[in-house]
């Protein structure tokens, strides 16, 4: 698990924050501070890996505290979390290392996004003792555009075939129920909900729970986002 410390003054950006970092696995908040002594104090006595900064805050800034951590060499990676777009404190946060930069207010695909290639990142390095230069490049350099380019397996029981007349039907309805696409597509509703789940899971749909007469219904919207589906159609 990669141990976090989340620095910020809202109380209630700092909640959002734990609670966006709970949905995404392998990390974990060791504490949340409003200031920036208050981080020192608790770098000083946990095993942070990673910091989710704030930049405008009580007394000493964000910027401040990125600085103090490279002045003192401590092995803590730093992303900003903050409504700073100014330039120069973008390029203050760059300029002492921070692997990412996220401007509020921000959507939770762009936060799973930052947290998801740190880890990536962070695993390489753990793992290998010495990498040579294609290695580096795709850990350090490589865009996530260029990684969904990359051809992958559907999970275990689907088919390309059957994924396309279910995304064919979604396109034209844009909202709807497991049921709607069984019945529309002749497919078992067990089926479709498979598919539909896979669907979630690399951000194509989103799911909602609607609450009505009866028992709760999950609903489907189409998020357009096909890019995500072409390594599982090449």
């Not at 964000?62 to 803590?76: A, F, Q, T, W």
Request: a negative charge.
């Amino acid at each position: 698990m990669i141990n976090v410390l989340i620095v910020e003054d809202d109380p209630m950006v700092a909640e959002f924050n734990k609670r966006y970092l709970s949905k995404v696995d392998g990390f974990q908040v060791i504490e949340i501070v409003h200031s920036v002594d208050e981080a020192a104090k608790v770098m000083e006595r946990e095993d942070i890996q990673l910091m989710l900064l704030d930049v405008y805050m009580p007394g000493k800034n964000g910027i401040e505290l990125l600085s103090m951590v490279r002045e003192k060499n401590l092995p803590i990676d730093v992303i900003l979390i903050t409504a700073a777009s100014d330039v120069d404190k973008i390029q203050s946060a760059l300029h002492y290392g921070a692997v990412d930069y996220l401007i509020k207010p921000f959507e939770f695909t762009r936060f799973k996004q930052a947290l998801l290639r740190y880890k990536e990142k962070s695993e390489v390095l753990k793992q290998k003792e010495n990498l040579d230069q294609k290695e580096l490049d795709q850990t350090l350099w490589s865009t996530d555009k260029e990684k969904m380019k990359e051809p992958k397996a559907l999970p275990k029981g689907l088919t390309k075939s059957t994924l396309l007349i279910i995304m064919d039907t979604i396109k034209e309805k844009k909202s709807f129920s497991t049921d709607e696409i069984s019945e529309i597509t002749n497919i078992s509703r067990v089926s479709v909900r498979k598919y539909l789940m896979f669907l979630v899971e690399i951000e194509v749909l989103e799911e909602t729970l609607v609450y009505g007469i009866g028992r709760p219904v999950y609903r489907y919207s189409y998020q357009g986002n096909t890019e995500a589906l072409d390594p599982y159609l090449t």
